[in-house]
């Protein structure tokens, strides 16, 4: 007699043979069949019963058979559900805890560092590819700024920011200013935007501009493109990944093809970081996957996120990338952990 498929959820049986079928595998990484099951000292059933609720469970749309095998694995429905009723986690190791709380304790908050270290440590703990975006800065404010001319149309600027941190810039400029000319705008700018962001003193400048005279509009113009391109490169947005060889370990994702486009959709980072985004203003581990993500080139991979906070909020997200067989019991933990003890290490 068979599971009933009416019903949108498989039966207290059913749903322990979806686990069993998705340790396997994850296990594994091969089709499972009924008659393997049967061996398992967890059922007291035949294969041909095992079978039936297999069917079941692939109606359902929790399993799929792959051409090659007339064992089943495991679709992203079926992970979704599993994750979501049926999971169980395992606490983190010990040798795991203390490499991960020797990375965050080490590293240097706010910089790139921190998101290469915490990166190469997901990776080696849960040997998959790790990802950490860097950290967010405060809004800059600025406390001075003065220009200084260079050739072919270049412009250094010297940037005092939120009291203390000094940048040196190069801006490509559309035409070659003299000293005179920036010392003008340096002069404007300290003198009606200190403690204001760099947004904010762009914005300012665009709306005076409609109220100056015809003369002064040129010179505002200028101090407006200046202003420009001081903002452009305030506005630097990244992440680090480490381990994506280890991608490579796992047959689902060994295609040569598939794995060159994952290789440029994270040298890209624009589809990452938009998906990335979703996680930062959350308080929770985020787990897409497969076809969640929104994305083609993840069809194949799951993502397990979790936001890192100081004492203003989320500044940045961690997490892993790997194959949908991710041992899901085991690495969710990992990145919880982490996300939280970084998060400790920067307050």
């Known amino acids: 007699m068979t599971e009933k498929t009416k019903s949108k959820l498989p039966s207290d049986r059913a749903k322990k043979i979806l686990s069993a079928i998705i340790d396997n595998y994850i296990e594994e990484g091969v089709p499972i069949g ?45 992970y979704r559900f599993f994750i979501d009723r049926l999971l169980q986690l395992q606490p983190v190791a010990d040798d795991q805890f203390t490499s991960i709380q020797e990375t965050v304790t080490q590293t240097k908050s706010n910089s790139k560092d921190l998101a290469t ?24 404010t600025l406390k001075e700024i003065d220009f200084i001319p260079l050739s072919e149309k270049r412009v250094l600027a010297i940037v005092v920011i939120n009291d ?52 002064a509009q040129s010179l505002m113009n200028d101090i407006i493109s200046i202003a420009d391109e001081v903002l452009k490169t305030q506005k630097t947005e990244e992440y680090v990944v480490s381990g994506e060889n280890k991608l ?31 996680s930062i203003s959350t308080s929770n581990i985020q787990i897409f996957i497969g076809e969640e993500s929104g994305y083609k080139i993840l069809d194949n991979c799951s993502l397990i996120t979790a936001p890192y906070t100081n004492e203003e909020g989320s500044i940045g997200v961690l997490g892993v990338i790997g194959p949908t067989r991710i041992a899901y019991q085991k690495v969710i933990p990992i990145v919880d952990i982490t996300a939280k003890l970084l998060s400790q290490s920067l307050k």
Request: proline share 3%.
């Open 34 to 78: 009924s008659k393997k099951l049967a061996t398992y000292d967890r059922f007291d059933l035949s294969p041909a019963t095992i079978r039936n609720v297999m069917s079941d469970l692939e109606n359902l749309g929790f399993l799929s058979s792959p051409h090659t095998s007339s064992g089943r694995i495991p679709t992203p429905k079926g």
């Open 117 to 140: 270290n915490v990166s190469s440590t997901l990776s080696a703990v849960t040997q998959l590819a790790g990802i950490v975006t860097v950290p967010k800065k405060q809004e800059s």
């Open 164 to 215: 203390s941190e000094v940048e040196n810039k190069i801006l490509q400029m559309k035409r070659n200013y003299t000293r005179e000319e920036l010392q003008i705008s340096s002069n404007f700018i300290n003198q009606n935007y200190v403690g204001k962001s760099f947004e904010y003193i762009k914005n300012d400048l665009v709306n005076q501009l409609k109220e100056t005279s015809e003369l």
């Open 248 to 278: 490579m370990d796992f047959d689902e994702l060994a295609d040569i093809k598939r794995l060159k486009q994952l290789f440029n959709a994270f040298n890209e980072k624009q589809q990452l970081l938009q998906l990335l985004d979703k």
